[in-house]
């Protein structure tokens, strides 16, 4: 029904930068809050950063900073632009969104992650 799709994880040495991205399709009437969270491993998944629908965003500490989030609402996609990446930021990170369907429903969509990994 509502799809999320991260891409632009990968390898990038400490200090370095990526961008990852998250676009949502599906029948979708409304995304509201949208957001990432992360998982290192043997680590439990830990809040990052979210955005509101006009553009409001908090960020967790550990990343205020070096991390911006940002939106496109006419194309379903939130960025995530990481710099100065450090080995701590290593994680699978995941991208969500609440969203309000065609159909009237709520609910929290999750993508299924993709894989940052920052070593030299």
């Known amino acids: 029904q509502v799809q999320l799709v991260e891409s632009g994880g990968g390898l990038v040495q400490p200090g370095g930068s990526l961008r990852l991205s998250c676009a949502a399709s599906?029948?979708?009437?409304?995304?509201?809050?949208m957001g990432w969270y992360r998982q290192a491993p043997g680590k439990q998944r830990e809040w990052v950063v979210g955005?509101?629908?006009?553009?409001?965003?908090n960020y967790a500490d550990s990343v205020k900073g070096r991390f911006t989030i940002s939106r496109d609402n006419a194309k379903n996609t939130v960025y995530l632009q990481m710099n100065s990446l450090k080995p701590e930021d290593t994680a699978v990170y995941y991208c969500?969104?609440?969203?309000?369907?065609?159909?009237?429903?709520?609910?929290?969509?999750w993508g299924r992650g993709t894989q940052v990994t920052v070593s030299s």
């Open positions: 599906g029948r979708i009437f409304r995304i509201n809050d």
């Open positions: 955005i509101g629908s006009i553009g409001s965003t």
């Open positions: 969500y969104a609440g969203v309000l369907t065609v159909e009237g429903r709520r609910g929290d969509y």
